[in-house]
């Protein structure tokens, strides 16, 4: 009888466990939504204060000629990257930053002393319980599409070898240069 107590016992013990994991996971999924939600109207607002018509997802052209529709005509819409550097050149400060799936755009932007000091204090921050999404707003003023060397490799049949030839190829990688016009930070919660 005590053995069926105990079964019983340990068996409510794993069912409330597992069932306050579940409130806590779909707490977690609804924060995260909300989260998603309040960045996506901020951004919403952006577009439409700077009419912006392209955004990284939408620049991939065939050649850099191709990319003169946005330079200096338009803004551009940035909301993943990573920093890279913030450094200062002749008394004008800058931000590397790239972006992209293999973060394989490069953006060198001059930014104002103000703002470059902002993202350095919230890069050196130490708060565990928040973080900031950062929107950037960029004019650019040049484009450039670089070629990407593919090693095209076979195994060799003789020893543990392998053959290859490298070849250039045409790809969706870019460098640009230009300047953040805005600067905008979202704080979220660390979930």
């Given at each position: 009888?005590?053995?069926?107590?105990?079964?019983?016992?340990f068996?409510f013990?794993i069912?409330?466990?597992?069932?306050?994991?579940k409130?806590?996971?779909?707490?977690?999924q609804?924060?995260?939504?909300?989260?998603?939600?309040?960045?996506?109207?901020?951004?919403?607002?952006?577009?439409?204060?700077?009419?912006?018509?392209?955004?990284?997802?939408?620049?991939?052209f065939?050649?850099?000629?191709?990319?003169?529709?946005?330079?200096?005509?338009?803004?551009?819409?940035?909301?993943?990257?990573s920093?890279?550097?913030?450094?200062?050149?002749?008394?004008?400060?800058?931000?590397?930053?790239?972006?992209?799936?293999?973060?394989?755009?490069a953006?060198?932007?001059?930014?104002?002393?103000?703002?470059a000091n902002?993202?350095?204090?919230?890069?050196?921050s130490?708060?565990?319980d928040?973080?900031?999404?950062?929107?950037?707003?960029?004019r650019?003023?040049?484009?450039?599409?670089?070629r990407?060397?593919?090693?095209?490799?076979?195994?060799?049949?003789y020893?543990d070898?392998?053959?290859?030839?490298?070849e250039?190829?045409?790809?969706?990688?870019?460098?640009?240069?230009?300047?953040?016009?805005?600067?905008?930070?979202?704080?979220?919660?660390?979930?």
């Amino acid at each position: 009888m005590k053995k069926l107590i105990y079964i019983l016992a340990f068996l409510f013990t794993i069912y409330s466990c597992d069932k306050k994991d579940k409130e806590k996971e779909r707490e977690i999924q609804i924060q995260e939504e909300l989260q998603k939600e309040k960045k996506d109207k901020i951004i919403d607002k952006i577009i439409d204060k700077y009419n912006i018509n392209y955004s990284l997802d939408t620049l991939n052209f065939e050649y850099s000629i191709e990319y003169e529709k946005i330079i200096n005509n338009s803004y551009l819409l940035i909301d993943k990257f990573s920093i890279d550097d913030i450094y200062k050149k002749d008394s004008i400060y800058f931000i590397s930053i790239s972006s992209g799936y293999w973060e394989d755009k490069a953006f060198y932007l001059s930014i104002s002393e103000k703002e470059a000091n902002k993202l350095l204090k919230l890069t050196n921050s130490k708060d565990d319980d928040y973080y900031y999404d950062i929107v950037l707003v960029v004019r650019i003023s040049e484009i450039k599409k670089y070629r990407v060397i593919t090693p095209d490799c076979v195994m060799s049949h003789y020893e543990d070898e392998y053959d290859c030839d490298l070849e250039y190829n045409s790809s969706d990688d870019f460098v640009c240069k230009g300047e953040v016009i805005e600067l905008v930070f979202i704080k979220q919660k660390e979930l």
